[in-house]
């Protein structure tokens, strides 16, 4: 009999199966393929992390957190899985994400830097700005290592004491007087379960069925003309407001691939998540390469590489994590929306209190069924 049970070990049950172990419960996490695999929301080497929170300032209070998490599994691992270069959000005044940033800075008084064109020129030449556009340096930004931090979590977790079992799908969840976890190779018993499954979340959740559609989302790797601007010291990671085309993301040169970017929900094409991941095509590759050539020509140069990755989206481009309404021993969490990495830290803490106690203080009121899933 397992205390808790987390199916998924990717962002979400990885941070989990770490936390519940942590604690000293007895605890199994079954992930169907590899932690952070090719067709999981958790490759491409980069996660960007930013405080001052455009969406919503209601994300800051989970983000300070975050920050203090991913710092504590830092110190546990003696490894550097958060990088702080920066992040500088682009677009005009009163654009939504200047907008809402500034909004986010304002509530909490989050330290942050407007700078104009001729400020951006000097500092940040990578980026080429239109119009009146502006930049807003948020100096707690940066970027995660999303496969080094779930590695690291499955590393921590097997250390205090989890079962961890990979290639192990688990096909069925039974809730009688206990839980039965079943899966082809095998039947667990449990008290309470973790659904953390990224794309297949509706496979398991039959609730969810059209309401977390996983989607296509191609990014892709430049490399610069000018290696020297594409430097993380001069090249923060970015978000750039495009009006009607969007909103835009980026790293710097941060690897020996080169710059990365990538269009927030690209075409907003769905996939299957049971099918291989769809072909990079030549509009994708359209869409970046002209991207790339009108904003970032010095650095974002070549390309070398694109791949295809999956968001799952929730309504409002928001969260869900909570208790199963129809039966509160199953937590459910579906927490991508395309930036859900920066929270794993907080939400394997929230995951873990939900299992083990029933609820959280940690504020998670905008993410539950009622509010977002039903009626
Ligand atoms: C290209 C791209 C860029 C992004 N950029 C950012 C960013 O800059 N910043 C940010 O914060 N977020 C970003 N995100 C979002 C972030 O990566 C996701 O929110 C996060 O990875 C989701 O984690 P997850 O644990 O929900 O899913 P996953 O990491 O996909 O994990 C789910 C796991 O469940 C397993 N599984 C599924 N079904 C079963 C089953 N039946 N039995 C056992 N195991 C099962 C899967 O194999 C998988 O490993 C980005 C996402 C993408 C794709």
Not at 1 to 25: K, N, Q, T
Request: proline share 7%; with cysteine; hydrophobic share 40%.
């Amino acid at each position: 009999m397992y205390d808790v049970i987390i199916i998924g070990l990717g962002a979400m049950g990885s941070a989990a199966v770490a936390e519940i172990a942590a604690r000293g419960h007895k605890v199994l996490g079954l992930e169907a393929f590899q932690p952070a695999h090719k067709l999981s929301s958790s490759h491409g080497d980069s996660r960007i992390i930013r405080l001052g929170y455009h969406e919503d300032p209601a994300y800051v209070p989970l983000l300070q957190r975050a920050y203090r998490n991913w710092a504590r599994m830092e110190r546990r691992r003696q490894t550097n899985l958060l990088s702080k270069v920066g992040v500088l959000q682009i677009g005009k005044p009163g654009s939504e994400l200047i907008g809402g940033m500034l909004a986010s800075c304002a509530e909490y008084g989050l330290a942050h830097e407007i700078l104009d064109q001729a400020e951006m020129a000097d500092r940040y030449p990578a980026y080429r700005l239109a119009g009146d556009e502006i930049g807003v340096f948020d100096p707690e930004g940066g970027y995660i290592r999303p496969e080094a931090a779930i590695w690291g979590n499955l590393k921590l977790a097997t250390a205090d004491g989890a079962h961890i079992h990979i290639g192990e799908r688990v096909t069925r969840i039974e809730r009688g007087a206990t839980i039965m976890v079943r899966s082809p190779q095998a039947s667990y018993e449990t008290r309470k379960v973790i659904v953390a499954t990224g794309a297949w979340i509706s496979e398991l959740v039959p609730e969810l069925a059209a309401r977390a559609p996983p989607i296509k989302q191609v990014v892709a790797w430049y490399q610069p003309g000018d290696g020297f601007l594409a430097q993380p010291e001069r090249m923060p990671c970015f978000l750039s407001d495009e009006g009607e085309d969007g909103t835009w993301f980026g790293f710097p040169q941060i690897g020996v691939d080169g710059v990365k970017i990538g269009k927030h929900c690209h075409f907003f094409e769905p996939i299957d998540p049971d099918q291989a991941n769809p072909p990079v095509t030549h509009a994708d590759m359209d869409l970046l390469d002209a991207f790339a050539a009108r904003r970032m020509p010095e650095v974002a140069t070549t390309r070398i590489k694109a791949v295809t990755c999956r968001y799952t989206m929730l309504p409002g481009e928001n969260f869900l994590i909570d208790l199963l309404p129809a039966d509160p021993r199953v937590i459910v969490c579906s927490a991508c929306s395309g930036h859900g990495f920066k929270f794993a830290s907080v939400i394997g803490e929230i995951l873990a209190d939900l299992a083990l106690d029933g609820g959280t203080t940690l504020p998670i009121a905008p993410f539950t069924f009622d509010r977002h899933m039903v009626g």
